[in-house]
C-alpha cells in the first residue's frame, strides 16, 4: 500500500520569505524578476520535512505554499501572483528533487475583489508545465475584512469551477489568512470551511459541473460535529413565517443534506481519533483522503500519545472498527483515484 | 430525576412580532410604550411548545427570546432596547402562567456599538424583578458585518462580567442574526461559539472572574470536533518565526487546552448521538447541561429514528457508557447546581 497525505506544504528557506518581505515593502516596485533560489537550500529546507514524513510512514505528500503566508488582500495585485507564481516555482524545483515524494498542489493569485476569471492563467500553467496535480481554493480572499467575495455555491465561481473539470484536478478548499481581529488565520479556516460546505450543499454547483473534484481541508470544519443541524434544516425548507410552529412538512423535496456531502471529499487533518472516527462515521471512508498538514500546525508532541498531533496515520490504523479495505482506500486509494496519480 | 432544558425560547403569538414591525417601520417614532398581550394570546401560543416539552420528558425548560429575532444591528438602538424589553416583559408573563414549566433567560439590549455598560439595567431588572435565572450574551452584536466588536477574551466585556457575577446568574453565548452574505444566522453561531470559546480559552477572563458561568451554545460550536487543533496551538505557544521547523518546546508553561474548556460549560443542542457522545467525551458530563432548543430549528423527524432531531434526551439515554449518575448530572442536576433552581 502506498501511503498518500493530500495535504501537506511546503518547507522552504529564509530566503522566500525575505522575497515576499521585499514585495511588501516596496510594494511592487521590486520583485518582478522572481526568484530563483539554489537547490541545496531547498535541499536543506526539506530535511526535517522528509524525516518526519518517513516517521509517520507516509511515501507521497501533495504539498502547496503554505496558506497562511498567501496575502491575498495585499495590494497591488500584481505583488500577490508574484508571491504565488514564485511558491509554485519552489514547489515544482522541490517535486523535481525528491521525485518520489512530493507532487504540487498549485496556490492561485486569488485577491480581494479580483474574479476567478483571472486567476486562471497560473493554475492552467501549473497543472500543464508544471505536472501539478490539483490546487488550493482560497473561499475567502478578503481574510474576513471588507467586501465579501460570494461564496462558493455562487456562479461568480463557475469559470474555475470549468477550468478544474477540464484540467480534471480537485481544489483543496482551504483559506488563507484572516484580517478581523476576531479570528485567527487557523479558527478563521475552520470557519469558511464549514461556510463552504454550507453553500455548496445549497448549490447548483454539482448540477452544473458533476465532475467537478472539491476536498474540504480539516476534516470538513464544524459541520460533520453540528451535522444534526444541517440535516434538520434541510427539512424546515419552505416553511415560513414560524417554523417552529408548523407541522414540518416540507414543501420541496430535496436531497438530503448527507447526500449533499456525498458530493465532496474531505481530508483527515483532524488531530484526534474521536473526531476522526466522527469523520469516516458521517461522510463513510470512500469520501475521506488521508492528510496531515505535517509538518505543520500538529507537529507538537501530544504527551497523552506520545506522538505527534500530525501522526495521524496512527490515529487511523487505532480505528478498530474500520477493514482493511477502508483503510487502504484511506490511506492512499481515494487519493490516487482522485488525483489520478501514478505512484 | 427532574430534567431541565436550558436551551429553550420563547414561543409567542403573531402580535409579538408585529409590534418588532412596527418599531423598524417607524424606527422608534412609534412603540415606546411597549405591548400588553392577553394571557389567553400567550397560553394559545405554548400549546404546542408544551405539548412537545412533555412528549419529550423534559420537567423545566428555561426560555429565552428568539436570538435570531433579536436585531442588534438596528437603528436607533432604543428600538432594540424596547424590543428587548418586550420579549422579556413576555417571558416573564408566560413564566407567570406555566410556573411550574418555564424559568426566564433575559436577552440584553446589545447594540452593534454599545458597551456592556449599557446593557447592565435590563439585565439588573429581569433577575431582581422578573425573577429570571439567567441571560442569553451575544457576542457579535455587529451581526457578522461592520465594526467589529472585541472577542469575549477582552476586557471591553468585563462589566458585564462583575454584573454577572454579583448576580450570580449564568450567560448563554448564543449569537443573534447575521447580515453577511456568506453566512445564515444558523451557521454564524456556530463560528461565534468557536471565536468565542477560543478567545475565552486565550484569556484572563477567569482569572479576573474565577465565579463567572459562561454556558457555549450547541455543544460548543466547532471546537470539540476541531480539538486537536487547539491542544497543538497551546503547545506552539512562544515558537516563533517557522515553528514546523522548531523542536516544539514551549517557552511558556501554560495550562493546557482542555484544562482551559473546563472552566466553560456546554448544552447538548446537538442532533446526533455521535457529536453528542464526542462533547461528552471531550469535556466531561460534569461540564455538559441538558439543552435541545425545543421548539426550534431541530423540530423536523429524523426520518432514520422517527423522532424529532431535537428530542435530545432520546440521544442521551441512547448512550449506554453513560452511568446512571452522569445521565442525572446531564439531565438535570448540572442545570439544578449553575443555575441555583429550585424545582
Known sequence: MTVVDIHGHLSAPA???????????????????????PDEALVAASGR???LLRAHGTDVQLISPRPFQLMPSEQPSRIVRWWVRANNDVIAQVCRLFPDVFRGVAALPQCAGVGPADVLDELERCVTELGFVGCLLNPDPSE??????????????????????????????????C??????????????????????????????????????????????????????????????????QRSHTPLVERETFDASLQKLW??????????????????????????????????PIDVTTGRRFDDVKSLVDGIDWLGDADRTRVLGENAQKLYRLSV
Not at 460570494?150 to 483543496?172: F, I, M, R
Not at 481519533?273 to 500538529?298: D, H, I, K, M
Open 15 to 37: 530566503e522566500l520569505y525575505a522575497y515576499k518581505s521585499l514585495l511588501v515593502a516596496s510594494r511592487g516596485a521590486h520583485g518582478r524578476e522572481g526568484l530563483q533560489l
Open 266 to 299: 474531505f481530508d483527515s487533518v483532524l488531530y484526534s481519533q474521536p473526531s476522526l472516527e466522527l469523520l469516516l462515521r458521517t461522510v463513510g471512508p470512500e469520501r475521506v483522503l488521508f492528510g496531515t498538514e505535517a509538518p505543520g500546525s500538529g507537529s
Open 144 to 177: 474576513g475584512v471588507g467586501e465579501p467575495t460570494p461564496p462558493l455555491g455562487d456562479p461568480w465561481w463557475y469559470p474555475l469551477y470549468a477550468k478544474l473539470v477540464e484540467l480534471d484536478v480537485p481544489a483543496l478548499v482551504h483559506a488563507a489568512g
Open 179 to 244: 484580517r478581523s481581529v476576531r479570528e485567527t488565520y487557523s479558527s478563521h479556516m475552520i470557519t469558511e470551511e464549514s461556510i463552504a460546505i454550507l453553500s455548496l450543499a445549497e448549490s447548483r454547483v454539482f448540477d452544473e459541473f458533476p465532475e467537478l473534484k472539491i476536498v474540504i481541508s480539516h476534516g470538513g470544519g464544524s459541520i460533520p460535529y453540528q451535522i444534526g443541524r444541517w440535516r434538520a434544516q434541510r427539512l424546515l425548507e419552505g416553511v415560513v413565517v414560524e417554523p417552529y
Open 49 to 51: 520535512h522528509l524525516d
